[in-house]
DNA sequence: AATCTTGTGCTGGTGCGGTGATACAAGTTG
DNA sequence: CAACTTGTATCACCGCACCAGCACAAGATT
């Protein structure tokens, strides 16, 4: 288990693109605020147990999208230009987690039915 | 260009969980209600553009789950103990689906915040 | 009974995305 | 200044998911 990639279960993605969604999700958030620093390449890497490279690759996507600001030697840290998502719907994302969890529905089948009924819109080019 | 795996946008994952989240979400919304009948596989694969035994094995994980029967030569269809979303669930997955899309927010921003905000719940084990 | 339908099971082949490990450039820090 | 920090680049290697195409079993259809 020294090599290789590793499969574990269903929505499982891809190590690289769970931190990249994970800091996206703390940016998006305000969790992360602007000019907050994000824990070194290697430490993230060693933390969630994956290659320095991966973790790498995370935070150049993240830099692609302007959320992130990387100076060598001195870290990576949130962009002021980082966009948060509007108070009124981190809100109704907070009713909905609540909601879901009383009633102790997956979080998967929420995001699906989010996907789907979001396709659904009324202007959906 | 004719063979192997092909990567698009970030937040694509691979094509059979795609198929899969798709099924999952038009059953867990209810779009889909029990007894209805799911494409063919073939039909899904051409549709979507993807080799039959990918469609099959986003099939078999539907089944795996139980949302799903198949019977050979009759086709896939909704299993009647497939559970669906509370409505109430639905109702803010709507609200908030609703709110996002008046303020022009990205749909994977909203999922990645759900995330962190889901696994930021009071008992998380 | 004969035929069509449909999910499933091979096969060989391909490429992407991981893993480690090492090396380096550019800054920061003492 | 020297020494350390940190993101990045590279290397060979490996496994998985996918593709394409065909073949099959079991049940539906006629």
């Not at 800091?23 to 605020?33: K, T």
């Not at 992130?68 to 001195?74: D, F, G, Q, S, W």
């Not at 987690?97 to 996907?115: K, S």
Request: no cysteine.
């Amino acid at each position: 288990m020294t090599t290789g990639p590793a499969t574990e279960s269903v929505d499982e993605s891809s190590p690289a693109l769970d931190i990249y969604r994970q800091f996206r999700g703390l940016i998006a958030s305000g969790q992360l605020g602007a000019g907050e620093r994000l824990p070194t390449v290697r430490q993230t890497a060693s933390d969630i147990g994956v290659a320095a490279g991966t973790a790498a690759k995370a935070y150049k996507l993240l830099e692609r999208d302007g959320l992130v600001v990387t100076r060598t030697a001195a870290g990576t840290r949130v962009a002021d230009s980082a966009a948060v998502l509007p108070a009124s719907v981190v809100r109704r994302i907070r009713d909905l987690v609540t909601e879901a969890d009383t009633i102790g529905a997956n979080p998967a089948d929420v995001i699906d039915v989010f996907r789907v009924i979001w396709q659904a819109r009324p202007n959906t080019p």
